[in-house]
């Protein structure tokens, strides 16, 4: 069964880090390429970041481009893929999801065919 399981969101002050973990099992997700995406209440799904197959390529938002960072682990048959968030502010309060596609670096949700729960980031000023 294909799964995308993300971990790691919660409560933080502003100027603070956070790091989400994504769980990707069932498939060759190691062929992959992965994304996050953000989405803050009446707001549209936002991209925040994406990773290639292999890991040698990473593409940002400009809005967390020095802050963010992706990161993958391509095992057998789970590939974790890692969000380490710092320098935190109140914008990035959002529902975080992590997504599964086939087009290196996209930036466009409809682009990705599998995606996870989510798991929400809250930033305090």
């Known amino acids: 069964q294909m799964q995308l399981v993300e971990s790691g969101g919660g409560l933080v002050q502003a100027g603070g880090s956070l790091k989400l973990s994504c769980a990707a099992s069932?498939?060759?997700?190691?062929?992959?390429?992965m994304g996050w995406f953000r989405q803050a209440p009446g707001k549209a799904r936002e991209f925040v970041a994406a990773?290639?197959?292999?890991?040698?390529?990473?593409?940002?938002a400009d809005s967390v481009k020095g802050r963010f960072t992706i990161s993958r682990n391509n095992a057998d048959n789970t590939v974790t893929v890692t969000l380490q968030m710092n320098t935190l502010k109140p914008e990035d309060t959002a529902v975080y999801s992590c997504?599964?596609?086939?087009?290196?670096?996209?930036?466009?949700?409809?682009?990705?065919?599998?995606w996870g729960q989510g798991t929400q980031v809250t930033v305090s000023s």
């Open positions: 997504a599964a596609g086939v087009i290196v670096g996209s930036s466009r949700p409809s682009t990705y065919n599998y």
């Open positions: 069932g498939r060759s997700f190691n062929r992959y390429s």
């Open positions: 990773i290639s197959s292999s890991g040698g390529s990473t593409y940002y």
